[in-house]
């Protein structure tokens, strides 16, 4: 989605001269400034350098890499400063990181474009830019180095933070050297190591972010606490779209700690003492809801629309051959129509926003992967100049794309220009799942055309639903399409000579919608996945082999598939009840293989024991990292697969906390096992592959278990319980 | 009203509602912002402490309830022998993510350690089960603790 708008130019404009300048530290010292692929910041003019990232060496040796991605959990802020350490020959723990905030006055260039991080694209944005900033970096310390000793640079080398004159001992450290390095000229070009000669890149790397993380220190946005802030909670209108019609407050002003009510004409907020004061203030609210235009909202209705959309035409996102007449000719025809059902994100930290709203100046505490969309939104909901608004980043206690939106930072900003003094905002678990951006719903019809060997001659799946990009980076949504809506629904790694694939973009009334992890994949692969499944089934064919026979141009999938299908015993006898379900992905620039085994039990209830991953994700940066990410990504994908179902009736959202919207517990954790294929190709991503691929996998190996073909999200222990 | 509580061996005083929720009062008033807030309902175990060395949910353990027990939150954990295990063991396992729900994770996994030495898979599920990690840390924070019993029958 968001990157590969961005990458597409990039690749053709990527010039170094355009993308590196350095300047005198403040102080003393070096200071490179570069632009990483971000979003669409080339959206700035042709020639025009806009830096969104900074490395700064201080005369104390200390290297500072202040970066647009942020740390939620996916380990970027350890694989990040091994990219740089690694050209620029320094010690890992040399590298520190630093949020890039929107306006710090020591970078007083304006932040570009959409300062985001999601799409698993930190590492596929960073890897070459940082690479060759720690190169460059490296080759004007040595040159710096060189020049004081007047002799030529290519007797001097750089090693552990030092730059050292062999034939004659002298040395220097990069600290002593970092204030004349920023007088040199910056090359015109680095060469960057081979990837057998990579010291850091590849070698299981501590994370640098964890201490805090284990002793109470760590500090997310929710535990921001300026100065006399007060707390506040809120209720919103629980049918979207709906109003404030009447608000007896009085009591909940008498509850102890309550300090003000603030009424909005869609929500109310209690502001008080402390959290505990403002839900019991809150409790004690009266309010009366005119639920507004969508009343009768329900998932039903929803469905219905989208199934309709799917028997018009829609926007046509790839064709090869002809599948109309492929599939009217072919030996056999198969069809089948899929539902995805909205999923809210339920990050474990519950929305919250600190604003101080004061005179001509809004300042704002929170932990966003979207900085400067909460700096531009915030700014029109508080009447100011983007300038005025000053934002904190924090840690994330979770991301998993629901803090790529500003829109709880606009409602704070809104309750906060009725405070005099700081206050936070803390939604509820009841609020937060409740007034999410919700996965959107999908609906799929897809249906295929078989030869008498059973092998697919044609694919055809018209599917609905809303473009989030649409609404987010508007300028992504192209003739009726956009990169993340249809990402695992074309480009296939599958051999299909005739194949369509077309979209019918539907929003949703009323209700929001927003990415969420594994964005346009976690609907797509599950189609695709279970439909070539069918495909298998219908062949009367080895799921695995069936697969394997059409990937005669991805050697790389077949590698994964191959990998995954051995480590995971495929074809071994399996005890009644239990079965082996196989699913595999390109998507975020990753092969994925994954074997899934499931237990389904006399009552439909269903246990996944084991998943095998295999992956080819290109240069692996940090192992651990990989797979402490896919073990992520799969729980995550499990529970979507298990439980995750968001439900309207009246209006609202059905669930309200983890006893109606249920999470994977300790007790239910699969086993998970992963196996990497190694590759010297540019990294691709890891934070989301996981989480699309479960899916399919698990409800294939529950058609092994049962013969029973899930083709609704989540499972529905009803639809698989055994007759009495 | 007002109530003394102790609080990781220190008192202190505190003028709220009988009825405040413990996490309230720990991260709003007095700013110990260590332990989590999740659910508010004892459904993800964010904000679990211990109180006379049991895990509690701190988010429905209302502050007139405590009167003479001992409060140990996340930032005082570190002090108690299981406690500096689970930590240790949380930190050499790279166990941690976003890290939110870790600091309940922590107090749940040391309090298991405290009271069982050598914790079965079962026993682990028993104890753990009440903690969400959206991240899916599940299973390094079983291992985890395994390594950490570990250290602890050695005399580590």
């Known amino acids: ?724 | 009203m007002a109530f003394t509580i102790s609080i990781n061996g220190s008192p202190h005083s505190i003028d709220v509602d009988g009825d405040t929720p413990l996490l309230w009062v720990l991260r709003d008033v007095l700013g110990m912002t260590g332990t989590k807030f999740g659910c508010g309902a004892a459904l993800c175990g964010a904000c679990t402490v211990h109180i006379d060395g049991v895990a509690t949910r701190s988010c429905i353990t209302s502050i007139d309830s405590i009167e003479k027990s001992a409060v140990t939150t996340v930032e005082a954990i570190g002090t108690t022998a299981s406690g500096a295990r689970i930590q240790k063991a949380w930190l050499d396992h790279e166990v941690v993510q976003c890290g939110y729900c870790q600091s309940g994770q922590i107090m749940s996994a040391s309090a298991l350690l405290a009271s069982n030495s050598n914790p079965t898979d079962a026993d682990i599920d028993d104890a753990m089960s009440g903690n969400i990690c959206r991240c899916g840390t599940y299973v390094r924070i079983r291992e985890a603790i395994k390594l950490a019993a570990q250290t602890n029958t050695k005399g580590g």
């Open chain 1, 1 to 724: 989605m968001v990157d590969r708008i961005a990458s597409r130019s990039n690749e053709t404009s990527l010039s170094r001269r355009g993308f590196l300048a350095s300047a005198a530290a403040f102080g003393g010292g070096l200071v490179l400034s570069l632009n990483l692929p971000f979003g669409q910041s080339e959206a700035a003019a042709p020639g025009e350098f806009g830096p969104n990232a900074f490395i700064r060496i201080g005369s104390d040796g200390q290297v500072v890499l202040t970066m647009p991605y942020v740390e939620m959990g996916q380990g970027t802020y350890t694989s990040i400063p091994m990219l740089i350490a690694e050209e620029l020959e320094v010690n890992l723990k040399q590298v520190r990181l630093e949020h890039a905030p929107p306006n710090e006055k020591l970078y007083a260039n304006p932040l570009l474009g959409v300062q985001a991080t999601g799409n698993s694209n930190a590492m596929r944005g960073g890897w070459k830019p940082l690479r060759e900033a720690g190169a460059t970096a490296r080759i004007m310390l040595v040159a710096a180095a060189a020049k004081r000793w007047s002799v030529d640079p290519k007797s001097c080398r750089a090693q552990d933070g030092e730059v050292i004159h062999d034939a004659s001992g002298r040395r220097l450290k990069y600290g002593e050297l970092a204030a004349d390095a920023a007088q040199m000229a910056v090359p015109e070009r680095v060469t960057l190591k081979r990837p057998e000669d990579f010291k850091l890149i590849g070698t299981p790397a501590k994370r640098l972010d964890v201490s805090g993380k284990v002793n109470g220190t760590a500090r997310y946005g929710i535990d921001a606490r300026p100065p006399g802030v007060k707390v506040a909670t809120l209720a919103q209108s629980p049918a979207f779209g709906g109003r404030v019609m009447s608000l007896d407050d009085t009591a909940a002003t008498a509850v102890k700690g309550v300090r003000q009510i603030v009424r909005l004409d869609d929500a109310v907020a209690v502001v008080a003492d402390h959290m505990g004061a403002a839900k019991k203030g809150l409790a004690a609210l009266k309010i009366e809801w005119d639920d507004g235009p969508h009343a009768g909202l329900s998932s039903e209705t929803v469905a219905r629309e989208l199934e309709q959309a799917t028997l018009g035409s829609g926007a046509v996102a790839q064709n090869i051959g002809d599948a109309d007449k492929a599939i009217a000719e072919a030996a056999i025809r198969v069809e089948a129509a899929y539902h995805l059902p909205f999923l809210a994100h339920a990050t474990m930290e519950p929305m919250n926003c600190t604003v101080h709203f004061r005179d001509g100046e809004c300042e704002i505490w929170i932990g966003t992967q979207a900085i400067a969309r909460v700096q531009t939104m915030a700014a029109e909901a508080a009447g100011l100049p983007p300038a005025k608004v000053i934002v904190h980043n924090h840690l994330l206690g979770g991301g998993f794309g629901r803090r790529l939106e500003a829109d709880c930072a606009v409602r704070a900003v809104q309750i906060a220009r009725h405070v005099e003094g700081p206050v936070k905002v803390v939604w509820t678990r009841e609020e937060d799942i409740q007034h999410d951006m919700y996965r959107p719903y999908w609906f799929d019809r897809i249906s295929a055309g078989l030869d008498g060997q059973g092998r697919p001659v044609a694919w055809k799946n018209r599917f609905a639903g809303p473009s989030v990009i649409a609404r987010w980076l508007p300028p992504g949504f192209k003739d009726g399409l956009d990169p993340d809506s249809t990402e695992g629904a074309i480009d296939l790694v599958y051999d299909l000579p005739n194949f369509h694939v077309q979209f019918t973009r539907v929003e949703p009334p009323g209700i929001p919608t927003g990415f969420w992890r594994s964005v346009g994949p976690s609907h797509n692969v599950f189609v695709t996945e279970s439909f070539v499944d069918e495909l298998a089934a219908t062949a009367k064919q080895d799921a695995v082999a069936y697969r394997r026979a059409l990937l005669g141009k991805s050697p790389r999938a077949k590698a994964v598939l191959d990998l995954a299908a051995e480590k995971s015993g495929w074809g071994q006898a399996l005890p009644k009840g239990r079965g082996r379900g196989v699913a595999l992905q390109f998507a975020f620039g990753s092969y994925m293989a994954q074997v899934a085994e499931v237990e389904v039990s006399k009552d439909g209830n269903v246990r996944v024991h084991r998943v095998v991953c295999a992956m080819d994700c290109g240069t692996v940066v940090n192992p651990d990292t990989v797979q402490a990410q896919l073990q992520s990504g799969v729980i995550f994908g499990t529970t979507a697969a298990l439980y995750g179902e968001i439900t309207l009736k009246n209006g609202r959202v059905e669930q309200a906390n983890f006893d109606t919207y249920q999470m994977l517990r300790m007790n239910e954790a699969p086993a998970i096992d992963v196996h990497i294929v190694k590759s010297a190709e540019p990294p691709g991503g890891m934070g989301e592959t996981g989480t699309s691929l479960i899916v399919p996998a698990i409800a294939n190996a529950i058609f092994a278990a049962t013969g029973r073909r899930l083709r609704k999200m989540p499972v529905d222990s009803n639809v698989l319980k055994q007759p009495a």
